[in-house]
């Protein structure tokens, strides 16, 4: 196995056992992580990031399959199935993930997925009539920020 490909493994195996320390492990110092809530986020705002959705998504199951690496980037489809917490809903979130890699890390990580999709899973009603409108996501993407900078002060 390509050694990207057994760094995408341990990194998603990691988020299965729920070991932050672990996936951060993975990270070159320099990384930057890009989604469609969390938005651009350097090395320590990701780590900060997935740490805090472990900590707060007690049910969440990871999936993951289709990696492809070589030595420069890298894919893989990834599935989360939690429950968001702000509304008690159900989410089953689709994940394609492309990496950059350098030094044997990853350097560059972007998960795409539908974000409407996802705003119809976790906000029910409200998500079903506006979450495709720029003003709920950008809401969302307001909120999420802010969890995340609560988060890491109160790690400090």
């Known amino acids: ?6 760094l995408v493994t341990r990194f998603y195996e990691s988020f299965q056992a729920r070991d932050a320390v672990a996936m951060a492990a993975c990270y070159h110092e320099n990384a ?16 900060a990031m997935w740490a805090m959705l472990m900590e707060r998504g007690k049910d969440t199951k990871v999936i993951f399959s289709a990696i492809e690496v070589d030595d420069a980037s890298g894919s893989c489809h990834w599935e989360a199935t939690y429950t968001f917490s702000k509304t008690g809903r159900l989410v089953h979130n689709k994940i394609d993930a492309q990496f950059g890699f350098l ?3 990853i350097l560059a990580h972007r998960d795409q997925f ?11 009603l409200p ?11 950008n809401k969302v993407r307001g909120e999420a920020r802010k969890s995340l900078d609560a988060y890491m002060v109160g790690r400090a």
């Open 1 to 6: 196995m390509h050694p990207h490909a057994q």
């Open 32 to 47: 930057i992580f890009m989604d469609p809530v969390f938005g651009r986020l350097n090395h320590d705002e990701a780590c």
């Open 103 to 105: 030094d044997g890390l």
């Open 114 to 124: 539908n974000f409407y999709a996802w705003t119809r899973m976790a906000l029910g």
């Open 127 to 137: 998500g079903v009539l506006l979450g495709w409108s720029p003003l709920i996501q």
